[in-house]
């Protein structure tokens, strides 16, 4: 999706069934290249393809790492390769398509729930807060506090923290989700009791 002049590209990490590698990252690059449960393989494939080579054709060897990580057919020289080497290139090759497009135009990349995501995507999202500084891209980010990262000491890092709701607070966001049906309190209650307070939480219990 779009939020003019942004490029606007989003990916969650899901707790159920523990982390899927690069699934974030795939969800990524569904919304760049716009593929959907509609498209067949060819179809998407063609997708990929174009638009890849539209934005650069410099990008052309990073097209098996992309194809592969999104499932789609791809030569058989990509699946000789062993599997650090596919790592590898399906890491400088996803983060290769998201700096060039940067470059093309500003590029907002949200991720939530770090604290479920995978090892693939965190070394992606490692990678790209070191290309930050030189890039038009801006990083958004949701953990919980028991998530731990290296990017504290970065001049290009802000934290900013989610404190829990004070019971006004929280009736307000419960009104605004819930509306302020009089039968509606108790659930209201136990909604605020059972999250502690915290939005986030509270938004998803809703």
Same mark, same amino acid.
């Given at each position: ?32 290249? *716009? @593929? ?6 060819? /179809?998407?494939? +063609?997708?990929? #393809?174009?638009?890849?080579?539209? #934005?650069? +054709?410099?990008?052309? =060897?990073?097209?098996?790492?992309? #194809?592969?990580?999104?499932?789609? =057919?791809?030569? %058989? !020289? ?9 790592? /590898? /290139? ?9 700096? /060039? +497009? ?11 729930? @770090? ?10 999202? *490692? ?11 801006? @990083?958004?980010?949701?953990?919980? =506090? ?25 009736? +307000? ?9 009089? %039968? ?9 009791? !059972? ?12």
């Amino acid at each position: 999706s779009r939020i003019r002049p942004w490029l606007l590209l989003e990916g969650t990490s899901v707790s159920s069934g523990g982390a899927s590698a690069w699934a974030p990252a795939v969800d990524l690059l569904n919304g760049y290249f *716009d @593929l959907t449960p509609a498209d067949y393989r060819g /179809r998407s494939a +063609e997708k990929v #393809l174009g638009k890849v080579l539209l #934005l650069d +054709e410099a990008l052309k =060897p990073i097209l098996p790492a992309l #194809l592969a990580l999104l499932d789609l =057919p791809v030569e %058989d !020289a990509w699946q000789a390769l062993d599997p650090p080497q596919r790592r /590898r /290139r399906t890491l400088d090759g996803t983060k290769a398509l998201l700096v /060039r +497009e940067s470059q093309r135009q500003p590029l907002a990349v949200v991720l939530e729930d @770090l604290h479920w995501l995978d090892g693939e995507t965190q070394a992606l999202l *490692d990678s790209l807060v070191e290309s930050l500084p030189t890039c038009r891209m801006l @990083l958004l980010v949701n953990y919980r =506090p028991d998530y731990r990262h290296s990017w504290g000491s970065r001049a290009h890092y802000t934290q900013l923290r989610i404190d829990p709701l004070e019971p006004a607070g929280a009736a +307000e966001l419960l009104a605004v989700l819930l509306g302020d049906a009089p %039968d509606l309190r108790e659930l209201r209650q136990r909604l605020f009791e !059972a999250s502690a307070g915290n939005p986030l939480f509270l938004e998803e219990s809703v």
